[in-house]
Each structure stands twice: as structure tokens, then as C-alpha cells.
């Protein structure tokens, strides 16, 4: 796997379509695994509930390639969502993302949690490979945890 540069912005509203498109992309096949495919449906979440706060916007040499989305809760690093156009991954930009993560997590001593869809057996297999662990399930999906470092 060769290593890709990345970097990380912050996004904003005019990086809506964009979020929309790699989410649509990267996501939409376990999402119509999970729910059913439905555009008008997922149209509207981001219509109704895009907010730039907060999400990043993933770079390769300027170009716009995914999105990072973390919210930083009292107990634990929660990543919200990590997608990338499906010609960036398997680059190792997501394993270098959720490491990233790992990293921050353990400076403020709290666990990493994340929830993946069960209808992506990929991403499970990545994060048990950096340490995570399943600590429950829905319908949908597998949560997964790491503890901080003690």
C-alpha cells in the first residue's frame, strides 16, 4: 500500500453537494443494504441537516477526496463518519485518519467509539485490526470501541 499525503480542512456550506456526492458513493451501497435506496430521502437529510460545523473536508494535493466527521463527547472521541471517493481507498488514508483519532483520543484519555454498518465487512476488519472491539449491536450496524491507553 503506498502512502498518500492528505490533509484536512474544515468544511464549509459550499461543501455541501460535495458531502452529499462522497457520502452517495462511498456509503450509499451499505446504506441501501442497511435501508433501501432512497435519493429524494437522502436529498432531504442533507437538506434539512447539513451543517459545516465541526465536519472536514479530506485533501489529496488540494483535491477534495472525502469527509471526516468527529464530535469530541465528555467520555469518548465519537467518529461520526469517515467517507472516501471509492478511487482514494484502500491508499491508507483511512487507516492513517482513524489513527490519527486513536492519537487524539488517548491525549484527552478518552475511548474512540464508532458505529459501522454490519453490510460492511471492510471497515470492520480495519478497525478490529487497530484495536477495536465490538461492544453492541443494532439492525444496522456493529458498534465498536477502543480504550485509552492507560
Known amino acids: 500500500m503506498t502512502s498518500v499525503t492528505w490533509t484536512l480542512r474544515p468544511a464549509t456550506a459550499a461543501d455541501r453537494d460535495f458531502v452529499v456526492e462522497v457520502n452517495r458513493v462511498a456509503l450509499g451501497p451499505y446504506l441501501a ?38 464530535e469530541e463527547r465528555p467520555s469518548e472521541v465519537f467518529l461520526v463518519r469517515l467517507a472516501l471517493l471509492p478511487e482514494w481507498q484502500g491508499r491508507g488514508i483511512g487507516s492513517a485518519i482513524v489513527q490519527m483519532l486513536v492519537e487524539r483520543a488517548h491525549e484527552l484519555g478518552s475511548a474512540l467509539a464508532l458505529d459501522v454498518f454490519k453490510s460492511n465487512p471492510r471497515a470492520q476488519q480495519l478497525y478490529e485490526s487497530l484495536g477495536f472491539v465490538r461492544t453492541g449491536e443494532s439492525v444496522t450496524d456493529v458498534s465498536m470501541r477502543l480504550e485509552p491507553k492507560l
Open 33 to 70: 443494504a442497511a435501508f433501501g435506496w432512497d435519493e429524494a430521502a437522502q436529498r432531504a437529510y442533507f437538506d434539512d441537516g447539513f451543517d459545516a460545523s465541526g465536519g472536514q473536508v479530506i485533501q489529496v494535493d488540494g483535491a477534495d477526496v472525502g469527509e471526516l466527521l468527529v
